[in-house]
């Protein structure tokens, strides 16, 4: 397992892609479960299966394909993650980075990560879409955070700000194509668990005290990272369901989100491809 990541390993796996594609990518995009979809639009597309890339982790969790996209999508140069890396299926935080590390070596200016994420909100309603504003790092708090270790002084400070972790323009320029599109978007915090298990009621309520709208499992350590390099976030979460605050409501199940996912990827994809023309 790679505990800390060196610039030599990173650009091992940037030349890797490069060797596989001319294109150069402007936009990443980290698709979360039940989103995959939104990768078949994508034109000219290369792809490469994690496991092609040297110290690349496999996903293993059903709904993330597992495969890397580099081409375009509304006439911006992309590179897709088609199903992210998660710490609890074992992985360290610098396996879980590394797509950005590389994604970033290979020149990207914006991240645009999305997820499925329950609502603590209970005036969300599933299948609904939230722009994230902010996010509660509870997993970093904890000691686990993807900047541990050496500092890679190529990509940013050894204490990077996080005072403004989503880009202000993304989302107003989001606010403003939901907007156009009739596409309701809630916004809120979100926040990021370890996982694999799914929050107690207990959990959930005090989440909710601490000002968070929505939970999920992922997303806050590839923002983390990716603010280290000074890349511009836009960050979007798919509320797959709404949370269980008084443990009478029904069990979240991960096929629950991968079904909901399916109602969410319309809007998810307008409001990306929008944000694409305008960019």
């Known amino acids: 397992m790679q505990?800390?990541?060196t610039i030599e390993l990173i650009d091992e796996v940037a030349d890797a892609i490069r060797a596989r594609t001319d294109i150069q990518p402007r936009i990443g995009l980290i698709l979360g479960s039940g989103l995959n979809d939104l990768a078949a639009s994508i034109e000219n597309a290369v792809e490469i299966p994690y496991g092609e890339l040297p110290y690349w982790a496999v996903s293993t969790v059903k709904g993330h394909s597992g495969r890397l996209l580099i081409g375009e999508l509304e006439g911006q140069p992309v590179i897709v993650m088609q199903g992210r890396i998660h710490f609890y299926e074992g992985y360290s935080m610098a396996q879980v980075?590394?797509?950005?590390?590389?994604?970033?070596?290979?020149?990207i200016?914006?991240?645009?990560?999305?997820?499925?994420?329950?609502?603590?909100?209970?005036?969300?309603?599933?299948g609904g879409v939230m722009l994230i504003t902010d996010h509660l790092n509870l997993v970093g708090?904890?000691?686990l955070n993807p900047l541990n270790g050496p500092n890679l002084d190529e990509f940013g400070p050894r204490f990077p700000d996080m005072s403004q972790v989503y880009d202000r323009e993304l989302k107003n320029l989001t606010r403003r194509i939901a907007a156009d599109e009739g596409v309701l978007l809630y916004e809120g915090v979100y926040v990021c668990l370890s996982g694999?298990?799914?929050?107690?009621?207990a959990d959930l309520r005090f989440l909710d005290l601490a000002g968070a709208s929505a939970v999920g499992m992922s997303t806050v350590p590839e923002v983390v990272a990716a603010r280290h390099g000074n890349t511009r976030v836009l960050g979007i979460s798919g509320i797959t369901n709404i949370s269980n605050m008084d443990g009478n409501a029904d069990e979240a199940t991960h096929e629950q989100v991968l079904e909901t996912g399916k109602l969410i990827v319309p809007k998810m994809e307008t409001l990306i491809r929008g944000v694409l023309r305008a960019i």
């Open 97 to 107: 980075t590394l797509p950005v590390r590389v994604m970033q070596r290979l020149g």
């Open 3 to 5: 505990e800390f990541l």
């Open 196 to 201: 694999p298990s799914f929050e107690t009621p």
């Open 141 to 143: 708090m904890v000691g």
């Open 109 to 126: 200016e914006i991240l645009i990560v999305t997820n499925a994420a329950g609502g603590i909100n209970q005036s969300f309603e599933a």
